[in-house]
């Protein structure tokens, strides 16, 4: 089945410095990446949508500002905490969506997991 | 309105006993995919079984079953002779087709605990 890889698996970071997360579809091309957030306990909120070579859409109430997306491959989208707070600790999870999957194919990631000091 | 409900924040089952875990959507698109995914203590969300609006037959795969009621708009996932390893949290999704293609909606998860 379809791999999608997430680097790194877990981070701790200083409050005030900014986190790379990075997104890889390991043996399909993603035309689609989504990003979530999820926080103990609770369910999956979908934070934004990125389609390779164009801007990402957030949801309502995603600092675009904050939580950079980028697509710039077929097979790589990141997510850059900018100037991370305590509050944005969170399991951070991404997925995507092949390229000649079936229309309901979403391949998920193992999760990053973020702490902030 | 919420778009994906699941009522039951834990369940427990007996080992080999077979479970029910609920799910009610809310939709007016005519097409829609409904999903079940399974998320250890590792967090990896593992997908379960698909359902599509106009799928006629009940989804089924291996010991996962989906109910799928169409105007009652609910979509129950039937685990059959339990295991312990199924004990995780469990959450129902759904994907419009014809408005928001990439949207997916989670409800808030149930947990589930296999007792031995």
């Known amino acids: 089945g379809a791999v999608v890889s997430q680097h790194p698996s877990w981070v701790i970071c200083k409050s005030g410095t900014s986190v790379k997360i990075e997104c890889r579809s390991l043996?399909?091309?993603?035309?689609?990446m989504f990003w979530y957030r999820q926080f103990p306990k609770q369910s999956l909120m979908l934070m934004a949508t990125?389609?390779?070579?164009?801007?990402?859409?957030?949801e309502q109430g995603v600092e675009k500002d904050k939580f950079l997306i980028n697509h710039a491959s077929l097979t790589l989208s990141t997510l850059t905490v900018t100037s991370a707070h305590p509050e944005d600790s969170s399991f951070y999870i991404c997925?995507?969506?092949?390229?000649?999957?079936?229309?309901?194919?979403?391949?998920f990631g193992p999760g990053t997991r973020l702490t902030v000091t | 309105a919420q778009k994906i409900t699941q009522t039951q924040p834990g369940m427990f089952v007996q080992e080999k006993e077979a479970v029910t875990l609920d799910c009610t959507y809310d939709?007016?698109?005519?097409?829609?995919?409904l999903f079940w995914y399974k998320q250890p203590s590792s967090g990896e969300m593992i997908f379960l079984i698909y359902?599509?609006?106009?799928?006629?037959q009940n989804a089924t795969e291996g010991r996962y079953s989906l109910n799928f009621q169409k105007a009652r708009k609910s979509a129950n996932l039937v685990i059959s002779a339990s295991q312990l390893g199924d004990s995780a949290m469990y959450f129902c999704?759904?994907?419009?087709?014809?408005?928001?293609?990439?949207?997916?909606?989670f409800g808030s998860g149930t947990k589930l605990n296999v007792k031995p």
């Open positions: 997925s995507a969506q092949g390229l000649a999957g079936a229309s309901y194919e979403q391949y």
């Open positions: 043996d399909f091309q993603a035309t689609t």
């Open positions: 990125s389609n390779e070579g164009s801007k990402a859409t957030y």
């Open positions: 939709t007016s698109d005519p097409s829609y995919g």
């Open positions: 359902q599509g609006s106009y799928d006629q």
């Open positions: 999704a759904m994907r419009e087709y014809s408005g928001n293609f990439n949207k997916f909606y």
